[in-house]
């Protein structure tokens, strides 16, 4: 067989350097074209982590018994001879900066799972990676000296042997190699304080939907490589939670992934990613100033808390529970009867033209349906309607001071989705009915094993916005630093003085927490939000002249109308028979149960980042506690691959 000359360019010899010509056949592999390439080059050092990258067709030749021909290269083939792990700097979702190595070679996916295996981050499934946002060229200048910020080096972190070493106190090894290693640990662990007002500014906020449908644009394909994306060594990239369904928060290891979380969540509240009440930004302002108090003051009973105490008092818990949950009789009734509600609640309908007009009716709730009556005496006859709340959008409309219980219903119907209000008494009718709502959305009754944690929390999330008058505390405007605790809108509303003793009050309900539990408790409010979960993207509805806006939740997908921002239809993924992707005309179309089919183009967005979104929350719900801490890789990319499925 005819041999040929095949020109490399070897990355570590310099920009200056010629490539070195090595003699091959089309029958040569690519295992033996590296060892020549090797034995070229005269250095001595260790290649195992280099590899060649075919430049003209954007490809890892990462298959070494692969040949040449099997590639389809040939003599004018542009190969570069490169190290498969390079420095980037990511950003955390605490906004600090790290430089570390990341994988150029493997899918985004894995180089994640291995980003995160670094950082001590469980169920890196839920992370991913971002572009960051483009930046003005005079802003660039502007910014350049901001550059010099304190940034963690901590390239030198390898995983020995794919395993993850931990120290005693639960921290990987090379963690503990140096002082500047350790604080580096500390950036991941410990919340970050002290934002300025002039940091804030800088930072992107989303004024609209479209606004923050640009965010969701800039995420990576997770099925192809960094350098086949475009990106190069010492490149920024952002790490953040894109997946909103945290599987298995264990506080005892996640350490790391709470308070990135935490970070995420703290941030979307401040830059007004995600809707709050006025009520509901007290809360969250106290947990956070109760968060910096607690790390600022460091808790030694708490870092040095005995691990096998720890351990007992969680197996005596989960003990509880499995005996609260074994009562036979308990477990015959469930199955032969379902709890059902019946109470007096005001109900209104809007319709165009009338003011806000509750009437008092008679109203049961079975299964996952709620019928109303006039009173109770006329439950034997006709209800006057009955909603089945399969699909619908549950809603609260709360204001704890001014004793108002309402739930906003958005119930799918052919037309679209009709609103109802429900108007409660009090916080545990309020509960109740809230509960079985959330659950019959999702098609689940009252017989539900989560029925009663769901009245619990949100119980507990109503007793967190509770005016508490009568322990005063005693602290100076000058300790809290009110512009890194509420977003810029309650900033403006109120001066400093008057949101330091709102702040105080709502801060004597969590006031008891230890650190991890408050930054769990900020996190279970911040999921409790209505908005929580969605991301958007701007489509075209097939069939329709305008842009619309689409969100996509761990359960569901929501059509939003772009100019007033109103849910107009909500489908569930339980209801979903296939999804495909035309990749021509960049167009994703979804066939549902009763024959209804959702076609849709994107328009700020690739459509294969919504086709890795739709997948990836299904791919989520297959995990499981009894599951090994493998992840099934093959699954997420099948799911989320499309025409590039590996």
């Known amino acids: 067989m005819a041999s040929w000359d095949l020109n490399i360019t070897v990355e570590d010899l310099g920009p200056e350097a010629d490539p070195i010509t090595i003699r091959v056949t089309g029958e040569t592999h690519i295992g033996g074209v590296i060892l020549q390439a090797v034995d070229k080059i005269e250095i ?13 067709k954007k490809q890892w030749l990462i298959k070494t018994n692969w040949t040449l021909d ?33 994988s150029f070679s493997n899918p985004v996916f894995k180089t994640v799972i291995e980003i995160c295996k670094i950082l001590n981050l469980r169920h890196p499934e839920e992370l991913s990676l971002l572009r960051p946002p483009e930046e003005k060229e005079k802003k660039k200048k ?28 639960g921290m990987p090894a090379y963690f503990a190699d140096s002082p500047e290693m350790e604080s580096c640990y500390k950036l991941l662990t410990l919340s970050q304080i002290n934002m300025t007002p002039e940091m804030m500014a800088k930072m992107f906020r989303p004024s609209s939907l479209s606004d923050k449908s640009l965010i969701n644009s800039r995420w990576l394909d997770s099925s192809r490589s960094l350098l086949t994306q475009g990106f190069k060594e010492n490149d920024k990239l952002s790490l953040r939670f894109k997946y909103y369904c945290f599987f298995d928060l264990e506080p005892k290891y996640d350490i790391v992934r709470i308070n990135q979380l935490y970070e995420q969540a703290r941030w979307a509240i401040l830059l007004e990613e995600i809707e709050c009440t006025e009520e ?83 109203v049961i709730f079975k299964e996952t349906s709620i019928s109303y009556y006039k009173s109770k005496e006329d439950v034997l006859g006709e209800p006057i ?37 429900l108007r409660c008494d009090s916080e545990q009718q309020y509960a109740n009915w809230m509960a079985a709502c959330r659950l019959a959305a999702k098609g689940k009754t009252m017989a539900d094993s989560t029925y009663q944690s769901e009245v619990q929390n949100i119980l507990s999330f109503l007793k967190l916005q509770k005016a508490n008058p ?19 809108r309650y900033q403006k509303k109120f001066k400093a003085k008057q949101l330091t003793p709102r702040i105080l009050e709502a801060h004597q309900n969590v006031a008891q927490l230890s650190l991890m539990e408050a930054k769990m408790k900020f996190i279970q409010t911040w999921q409790s939000l209505p908005d929580f979960g969605l991301s958007y993207f701007v489509v075209r509805f097939k069939g329709c002249r305008k842009d619309e806006i689409l969100g ?53 967005a690739n459509c294969k980042i919504v086709h890795e979104y739709i997948g990836g929350y299904i791919f989520m719900s297959t995990r499981s506690k009894d599951q090994n801490e493998t992840l099934n890789q093959e699954l997420f990319h099948k799911l989320t691959g499309g025409h590039e499925a590996l």
């Open 280 to 362: 509901e930004m007290m809360v969250f302002a106290a947990l956070q100033y109760h968060i910096n108090k607690q790390e600022v003051s460091g808790d030694p009973a708490e870092a040095h808390r005995d691990q096998g105490l720890d351990d007992l008092e969680s197996a005596l818990s989960s003990l509880e529970v499995k005996l609260e949950g074994s009562n036979p009789s308990d477990v015959l009734d469930s199955i032969t009867t379902i709890p059902e509600l019946k109470d007096n609640l005001k109900i209104f309908r809007p319709k165009r033209l009338t003011l806000k007009g509750y009437k008092q009716y008679w």
């Open 70 to 102: 099997k590639y389809g290269i040939l003599a004018d083939a542009k190969l570069l001879f490169t190290p498969q792990h390079k420095p980037i700097y990511l950003t955390l979702p605490n906004m600090k900066t790290i430089r570390m190595k990341a």
């Open 470 to 488: 009568s322990s005063q505390q005693s602290a100076n405007a000058e300790t809290i630093n009110t512009h890194s605790l509420v977003s810029p």
């Open 44 to 56: 001595k050092k260790n290649w195992s982590d280099h590899a060649l990258w075919w430049e003209q």
């Open 552 to 604: 996509i939740a761990n359960n569901r997908m929501v059509r939003i109308d772009l100019s007033v921002g109103d849910v107009v239809k909500t489908w569930r993924y339980n209801n979903m028979r296939q999804w495909n992707v035309n990749w021509d005309i960049q167009q994703v179309a979804i066939e549902f149960d009763e024959n209804i089919n959702v076609a849709f183009s994107c328009v700020t």
């Open 385 to 421: 309607q009955e909603m089945n709340l399969k699909g619908c959008e549950v809603v609260p409309d709360v204001n704890v001071s001014g004793q108002k219980f309402c739930i906003k219903l958005l119930v799918p119907s052919p037309e679209g989705m009709n609103e109802v209000y």
């Open 142 to 169: 502007r910014d350049k000296d901001d550059t010099a910020e304190d940034i963690c080096d901590i390239t030198e972190a390898t995983l020995s042997g794919g395993l993850n070493q931990q120290l005693s106190n």
